[in-house]
T-cell receptor, first 111, second 112 residues
Framework: GESVGLHLPTLSVQEGDNSIINCAYS??????FIWYKQESGKGPQFIID?????DKRQGQRVTVLLNKTVKHLSLQIAATQPGDSAVYFC??????????FGAGTRLAVHP | EAQVTQNPRYLITVTGKKLTVTCSQN?????MSWYRQDPGLGLRQIYY???????DKGDVPEGYKVSRKEKRNFPLILESPSPNQTSLYFC???????????FGPGTRLTVT
């Protein structure tokens, strides 16, 4: 498969545990934030987004928290499964089609 | 099936030999973008297009060209590829309103 990053920070979790992936963003004026999942050999896949006027948003097994005071974003995955193993990217956006991606975090789920 | 397709998926070429990577989407999306992905640097936007005949530079446009003659297609052109353009390239598209971008499967380019 394609290598998306040989030296990414890695979060290792046990199957069934909750995972928390963190991201610091740079622009306090960003309008929205997105989490993407990228499996080996594939393009990034949209997981969830959150507008800058929100603090929390929940999806299926995932929750995104936004702390604008410290410019911090987190993705919580409940009951992590082997299929959740991937690289996770946060992205911040504002205006037109401008997205700035973070470097990514690798999530490794162990049985 | 709604998708973004890219061709070729893998390409090895030599410095200076012009090449085109095609991108096509079947979702009638207005916005299309090209990104490159390099280890430790995440995804960086090369060019984007808000609609037919409307394109603009992203963060790393040097050495690349694009065109948007049809809504569904957004080819990436490297007029004179150099080794520093060796990378993994992704095309993406989305509706004008909305944040969810759909990414293609990627094109691995090696320039020797």
């Amino acid at each position: 498969g394609e290598s998306v990053g040989l030296h990414l920070p890695t979060l290792s979790v046990q199957e069934g545990d909750n995972s928390i992936i963190n991201c610091a963003y740079s622009n306090s004026a960003s309008d929205y934030f997105i989490w993407y999942k990228q499996e080996s050999g594939k393009g990034p896949q949209f997981i969830i987004d959150i507008r800058s006027n929100m603090d929390k948003r929940q999806g299926q097994r995932v929750t995104v928290l936004l702390n604008k005071t410290v410019k911090h974003l987190s993705l919580q995955i409940a009951a992590t499964q082997p299929g959740d193993s991937a690289v996770y990217f946060c992205a911040e956006g504002g205006g037109y089609n401008k997205l700035i991606f973070g470097a990514g975090t690798r999530l490794a789920v162990h049985p | 099936e709604a998708q973004v397709t890219q061709n070729p998926r893998y390409l090895i070429t030599v410095t200076g030999k012009k090449l085109t990577v095609t991108c096509s989407q079947n979702m009638n999306h207005e916005y299309m973008s090209w990104y490159r992905q390099d280890p430790g640097l995440g995804l960086r936007q090369i060019y984007y297009s808000m609609n037919v005949e409307v394109t603009d530079k992203g963060d790393v446009p040097e050495g690349y060209k694009v065109s948007r003659k049809e809504k569904r297609n957004f080819p990436l052109i490297l007029e004179s590829p150099s080794p520093n353009q060796t990378s993994l390239y992704f095309c993406a598209s989305r509706y004008r309103q909305g944040y969810e971008q759909y990414f293609g499967p990627g094109t691995r380019l090696t320039v020797t």
